[in-house]
């Protein structure tokens, strides 16, 4: 049976056919190879492979871009490239639960957990189903003035309130469940999800979180007290900064997206009402992975 897409096109496929976008960061200079053996790997094979129409064309893939791969539905989308590549591409499929899967050309790598040695033999094991798919907690900005609170997006690794170019260190005040916790100065503050905590707030001074501990970690940038330090709290509180500033303040999410607030504004972090969906092999275990990354040379 054919299935139809939302720009009218018949893809010739049955219900039962695979569907996979591949992202590739363009930047990447071992892409256009891990782009070549993907394909080479599934064009026998009951898989059809799309890509958005820039990258197609990058990598001579044509007849495979589509103009929004987002608004088709596919399986899986498979990330080329590092971490960031990962967290963006799980934020162009947005709440639409589709599970991402990372191979890595990056230098660390938490997230991509294909390395390019083992390619084939991961996309073999995509195709058997033999594979999880791992919830990850995505935290959602917004910003609160006399206005109105504003949505400003989702992210899988952190909130980063900080100062806008050079300028004095910024007035927080910290609330968590509207109890207000502290008033301090410092450069800024990271709002951080577990899996988040091996990448800014690991920087810095942040505790390494187990992606699957249901939390949220607060680290302050360059505190300009003792007082303040990370402070980790319940996934379902709602963390709220008061910036007291005479400049801009940036709020940024996954390092990726960055949004200007004025003075006095308030910066809101709260659990998604959806999650990521990283997808995760069973011979892999996180405190393997963490030591192979951090302390084997790895980095």
């Known amino acids: 049976m054919a299935r139809q897409n939302v720009f009218g096109t018949v893809f010739g496929v049955d219900a039962g056919m695979?569907?996979?976008?591949?992202?590739?960061?363009?930047?990447?200079r071992r892409a256009g190879e891990i782009v070549d053996r993907i394909f080479n790997f599934y064009h026998n094979k009951d898989v059809r492979l799309v890509m958005p129409a820039t990258e197609a064309r990058q990598f001579r893939k044509e007849e495979y871009g589509l103009p929004c791969v987002e608004r088709v539905h596919v399986d899986m989308a498979l990330s080329i490239g590092g971490d960031g590549t990962l967290l963006g591409?799980?934020?162009?499929?947005?709440?639409?639960?589709v599970p991402v899967c990372g191979i890595n050309l990056g230098t660390l790598g938490f997230l991509a957990d294909i390395e390019p040695r083992e390619l084939e033999s991961r996309?073999?094991?995509?195709?058997?189903?033999?594979?999880?798919v791992e919830q990850r907690l995505l935290l959602s900005g917004y910003v609160r003035n006399e206005l109105g609170e504003k949505f400003l997006g989702n992210a899988i690794n952190d909130v980063v309130i900080t100062k806008s170019g050079v300028a004095r260190m910024l007035r927080l005040g910290l609330y968590v469940?509207?109890?207000?916790?502290?008033?301090?100065k410092a450069?800024?503050?990271?709002?951080?999800?577990?899996?988040?905590?091996t990448a800014y707030s690991l920087s810095a001074g942040g505790p390494i979180l187990n992606p699957?501990?249901?939390?949220?970690?607060?680290?302050?940038?360059?505190?300009?007290?003792?007082?303040?330090?990370?402070?980790?709290v319940s996934e379902d509180d709602e963390v709220l900064i008061k910036v007291s500033a005479m400049q801009d303040v940036i709020v940024t999410l996954d390092g990726q997206v960055s949004h200007k607030v004025q003075p006095n504004d308030e910066i809101i972090v709260r659990k998604a009402k959806t999650t990521a969906q990283i997808v995760k092999f069973d011979d892999k275990n996180y405190y393997d992975v963490l030591k192979a990354k951090m302390w084997s040379g790895g980095n």
């Open 89 to 97: 591409v799980c934020r162009r499929f947005g709440n639409q639960g």
């Open 18 to 28: 695979m569907q996979l976008a591949v992202f590739p960061n363009m930047s990447k």
């Open 177 to 184: 469940n509207q109890t207000h916790l502290m008033d301090y």
């Open 212 to 232: 699957m501990i249901r939390a949220l970690l607060l680290t302050p940038i360059c505190a300009h007290t003792f007082q303040m330090r990370p402070l980790v």
């Open 187 to 197: 450069d800024g503050i990271i709002v951080s999800s577990p899996t988040g905590s």
């Open 123 to 132: 996309l073999a094991k995509i195709l058997a189903g033999q594979y999880r």
